[in-house]
């Protein structure tokens, strides 16, 4: 019952070096979301997709590329990464149909960029 | 646009004694309210969700949230606080158009024995 995958955990990077974050998820879900979290700044949206085919900026989404793989995969792109990339990273998954259902997180990737 | 706020970066409570994590939103239209908890190295955990009915929610874990609109406030509460409690809080709010939530900035909740 492994709900939402997240791959790495850890990773440190170089300034300027490339990544991508994977997030799989066995939930049947449609809409798939990434976020990051900083102190004192909460859960800021990057990228969503609402469903399968479909991607949309969200909050922050500079320096960020994502791809909605198929149903059960959204992965983010670093292409040059930069310190104010370090950050905690979440992928989350909500069902589709009834907006009012909760989203579903991630354990997080701990990113580093040096 | 679509806002919550958490005024309390910090909320120390004893062991026993009752606890509230505080939350007020902005919103166009009606308000649809949730709270997760995040404990250490861990990913978000849905709490409790308004989205109409009874202004009193129960949730997992024994809290229960008082959604008050006159107010505009959804405060998180417990009527005997656990040191497992101790976390971060986050309140959330439905955007318009029912895809998104947006987070308050969150608050730390320790309890102390």
């Known amino acids: ?114 | 646009a679509q806002s919550v706020a958490q005024p309390e970066d910090q909320v120390n409570v004893a062991e026993g004694n009752p606890l509230t994590v505080k939350c007020t939103y902005s919103v166009s239209g009606n308000p649809y309210l949730f709270w997760y908890v995040q404990y250490p190295n861990r990913g978000l955990q849905f709490l409790l969700k308004y989205i109409t009915g009874d202004n009193l929610v129960k949730g997992s874990y024994g809290f229960e949230a008082e959604f008050n609109k006159s107010q505009t406030s959804f405060h998180l509460k417990k009527p005997s606080a656990l040191v497992s409690d101790s976390a971060l809080y986050f309140c959330a709010v439905r955007d318009v158009y029912g895809n998104k939530l947006v987070f308050g900035a969150g608050t730390i909740l320790r309890v102390k024995s």
């Open chain 1, 1 to 114: 019952n492994a709900g939402v995958t997240q791959t790495p955990k850890f990773q440190v990077l170089k300034t300027g070096q490339s990544m991508t974050l994977q997030c799989a998820q066995d939930m049947n879900h449609n809409s798939m979301y990434w976020y990051r979290q900083d102190p004192g700044m909460g859960l800021r949206l990057i990228y969503y997709s609402a469903s399968e085919g479909t991607t949309d900026k969200g909050e922050v989404p500079n320096g960020y590329n994502v791809s909605r793989l198929n149903k059960r995969e959204f992965s983010l792109r670093l292409e040059s990464a930069a310190p104010s990339q370090t950050s905690v990273y979440f992928c989350a998954t909500r069902i589709s149909g009834d907006s009012n259902q909760p989203q579903h997180f991630g354990e997080g990737t701990r990113l580093s960029i040096l």
